[in-house]
């Protein structure tokens, strides 16, 4: 791997994160905080001048990357980044060093962790936390197409299509064409969803920081408290619309385009059965509100966290379960994701088939493919890999002087990227009330979630360890 293939890329992000500090620092007037401006443009200069002469230096220098490679620079890319974003949280005052690059990283990985509510922020501030999170879902996505369905052609967990086609043997000549795929799903996306908004009543700020935010499934909202109490029952509804489309892999809309059969998408009907599941059990534990209960559950599904009005999870256990499943592959989601645990499931059937006739044979199938057993046992291998970094982090959190309960409760949101569930599941305590040693455990569990755990170990070895 030359250094080209890492610092180019690189160099090339860290402007992108000077651009989007150059915009913030556009609207900072345009909400009447003129003195918030220079701060912006204090972080765009310090991000561009290390991008653009990286750019500069690397110029003309032909770049590629294998999968491997490309973990490495997705590493890389999560680990610095946020060095530059966290910069306005910093210099405005509102959060101390360790809380700024907290809050930085909580955001790009659509964690949706917050150390401040919204109401004791600037709008500059809160439109900041959206756009990085809206940048940060794009970047997932990114990963999961150009990285990921490289890295699982064996596996169909990532949907077989020409949005998703890629060269394992150098990722980088994919990533121009995938980016700009994408990036148009994903723009639609979200303007579709702010236009809506609009029309819903919603003021242009609003409007504007719940859909990015809803979109990337990082649960941001420009003010505290339930959706339906602050924004009505229709802004709500078409929150839930963009969590579901930023749930499911990209690659539906790029499909169904094509082939309206690709709504039977087993991903969909799991999505579709976790939410009625713990939904029903939300109705189980309070049967007033039975609608709200429904949407809630959905709203952890997608592990964006937003509620309707706001109360603590009726069953905090099995919100917390769900939460660690996730949505889709090739989404903007958290957790093991929706095509591993079907894959399990129906690997588990045709064990069972075996041993009810021995002399039997059944292939593991999905969406029409045959899955190989070197496949399922990689499967195995990541969901036994994200539970020990489940316990082994939870037990490390202890360290800092947490109980048990919220150490668990608080590594699982990060491991998810599910940051409002700790609210949610852990009777009213937050990540405010968390110390400054217990932060960097959390940013590195929500690094760990967002590169799904053995990707991360991957990316190590690729950087550090490999000759």
């Known amino acids: 791997m030359s250094p080209a293939a890492l610092f180019r890329p690189l160099g090339a992000l860290w402007v992108l994160v000077a651009l989007i500090a150059l915009l913030a620092a556009v609207c900072a007037p345009a909400v ?57 949280f910093w210099l405005t005052g509102y959060f101390g060093p360790m ?44 990963l999961a197409i150009a990285v990921f369905a490289a890295l699982d052609r064996d596996v169909p967990a990532i949907r077989k299509s020409a949005l998703l086609t890629v060269r394992p043997d150098n990722i980088l000549s994919h990533l121009p064409v995938a980016a700009r795929r994408v990036g148009l799903v994903y723009a ?19 409007a504007t920081v719940l859909a990015m935010s809803a979109i990337s499934t990082s649960g941001y909202a420009p003010v505290d408290g339930g959706l339906a109490t602050n924004f009505g029952t229709v802004s709500m509804l078409i929150v839930a619309l963009a969590c579901l489309a930023g749930s499911v892999n990209i690659a539906l ?45 959905f709203f952890v599904v997608s592990t964006s966290g937003y509620t309707v009005s706001a109360p603590a999870s009726p069953v905090p256990v099995a ?16 957790g093991v994701k929706i095509s591993r645990i079907l894959l399990l499931w129906r690997r588990m ?14 292939p593991v199938t999905f969406r029409g493919r045959s899955v190989h057993d070197t496949a399922l046992i990689g499967i195995w291998a990541y969901v036994l890999g994200f539970l020990a970094c489940l316990g082994i982090g939870a037990l490390v959190l202890t360290l800092t002087g947490l109980d048990f309960q919220t150490a668990f409760l608080a ?51 690729a950087l550090f360890i490999r000759k």
């Open 32 to 88: 009447e905080e003129w003195h918030l401006a220079p701060f912006f443009i204090t972080t765009a200069g310090l991000a561009f001048v290390p991008g653009a002469l990286v750019l500069a230096a690397t110029r003309g220098i032909q770049v590629g990357a294998s999968a491997l490679d490309a973990l490495g620079l997705a590493l890389l890319a999560w680990v610095t980044t946020p060095a530059f974003a966290a910069l306005p």
């Open 349 to 362: 059937g045709s064990e069972l088939a075996v041993l009810t006739d021995p002399s039997s044979l059944v």
């Open 188 to 206: 639609v996306l979200t303007a579709v969803t702010w236009l809506l908004l609009l029309f819903a009543g919603n003021g242009f700020f609003d």
């Open 253 to 297: 809309f790029w499909d169904v385009l094509r082939d309206r059969g690709v709504l039977r998408d087993p991903d969909l009907a799991g999505i579709a059965a976790l939410v009625i599941g713990l939904g029903g059990l939300y109705v189980i534990a309070d049967t007033s509100h039975i609608p709200s209960h429904f949407i809630d559950a």
């Open 99 to 142: 809380d700024a690059l907290f809050e930085a990283y909580s955001a790009l990985t659509t964690t949706g962790a917050t150390l401040l509510p919204a109401d004791e922020l600037p709008r500059s501030l809160i439109f900041w936390r959206a756009v990085l999170a809206w940048l940060g879902g794009y970047a997932t996505l990114l």
């Open 319 to 334: 919100a917390v379960f769900v939460a660690l499943v996730g949505g889709a592959a090739a989404s903007t989601t958290g």
């Open 411 to 461: 590594n699982a949101a990060a491991l998810a990227n599910a940051g409002p569930l700790l609210h949610e599941t852990n009777a009213g305590h937050g990540w405010d009330e968390l110390a400054d040693n217990a932060k960097p455990i959390l940013i590195s569990a929500m690094i760990l979630g967002r590169l799904e755990v053995l990707a991360a170990v991957a990316a190590i070895w």
